[in-house]
């Protein structure tokens, strides 16, 4: 069990470019979450897959948006023209039952 | 729709003080409640959770009890130590809606000081 891993750990891009994050989940977890977190705030749920269908996508996704997790393995996040208030940190979780188990998070600066 | 509240930080205790924080919750339904912590420069860890009214949570030395007469899930530590300095994060999970995300209240630094 290596855990929850996240690439890239930090990102720095310009306004309106676009930005892909990864997530590798604990084998075996079917369920994959996606989180943000802003500064001095809790997590907020983003989505939700088990294997490779997306369940749930909370209105915070925007239209900007996507995620999608081939093969329900690896997941993938992408933001397409950042915008200055897409800075965050993002964070992946995966279950296979009850538990989330929650990655380093991918720390996303806009400028 | 379902939120956490918990009190505001930064908390900061001498060693070996007794901790609490406050915590409580809106949900309708029987929802699973949480205390995540986060160390510096780590990711969010489960430190304890409870299940159905009543249940107590524990797990290093940490306790929270659900309360559903009250609505809270107040964490709690006898004697804090510099190493548990971090970031808590109330949470809950389900309840009528069973939806299987989990909702984080804002998070509570704490600073322990020798």
């Known amino acids: 069990d290596t855990g929850v891993s996240q690439d890239p750990r930090h990102k720095i891009t310009k306004r309106g470019q676009n930005v892909t994050f990864r997530c590798d989940p604990i084998s075996e977890h079917n369920r994959l979450y996606w989180y943000r977190q802003t500064l001095g705030q809790g997590p907020e749920f983003l989505t939700y897959f088990q294997n490779e269908a997306q369940l749930e996508k909370s209105r915070l996704l925007s239209d900007r948006f996507s995620a999608e997790r081939p093969k329900g393995s690896f997941s993938t996040l992408e933001i397409q023209r950042t915008e200055q208030g897409d800075s965050a940190m993002y964070l992946c979780?995966?279950?296979?039952?009850?538990?989330?188990?929650f990655g380093p998070g991918t720390r996303l600066t806009v400028t | 729709g379902n939120s956490v509240t918990q009190m505001e930080g930064p908390v900061t205790l001498s060693e070996e003080a007794f901790l609490t924080i406050n915590c409580t919750y809106t949900a309708t339904g029987y929802p699973s409640l949480f205390w995540y912590v986060q160390y510096p420069g780590e990711g969010l860890q489960l430190l304890l959770k409870a299940t159905k009214a009543d249940d107590k949570g524990s797990n290093k030395g940490f306790e929270a009890t659900y309360r559903k007469e009250t609505t809270s899930f107040h964490l709690e530590k006898g004697s804090v130590q510099v190493s548990d300095s971090a970031v808590y994060f109330c949470?809950?999970?389900?309840?009528?809606?069973?939806?299987?995300?989990?909702?984080f209240g804002p998070g509570t630094s704490l600073s322990v000081i020798p």
């Open positions: 979780a995966s279950s296979r039952s009850y538990e989330q188990y």
């Open positions: 949470a809950l999970k389900g309840g009528e809606t069973s939806y299987d995300k989990v909702i």
